[in-house]
């Protein structure tokens, strides 16, 4: 709206040609902004739907995940949060392994949340 008032301030006064070039764009101007923009790109969002959001899956892995919103950080916290809330994981007591005829001593075993066993 702002480019289409300056534009069309060129129009009154100026030379020819720039009354010519501003008047050109400040129509374009007015009918990108007002047209295209507050009618038909709404109203082909509106027909295409969930459509209109669709992105090839080759340019979906080439481009990075940006989290705007910090809803990624949420996620970990809250996955922290439970890690630290639940205890252990994996538990086992008289946990007895080792192949036919070779046999360990039992294993008693606790992983918090989180944690890697081997």
Known sequence: LIMFFV???FVPEGAGVIKTIALGLAVGIFFD????RMTLVPAAMALLGRRAWWIPRW???ILPDVD???EGLR????DVDW???SGAAVAA???VVGVPGRRLLPVDLSAPAGSLVL
């Open 93 to 95: 007591e008289r946990l």
């Open 83 to 85: 890690a630290h809330a």
């Open 33 to 36: 902004a007002f047209l295209v």
């Open 75 to 78: 996620e970990h916290q809250d």
């Open 68 to 70: 705007i919103e910090g």
């Open 59 to 61: 340019l979906d892995r």
């Open 7 to 9: 534009f069309a301030a």
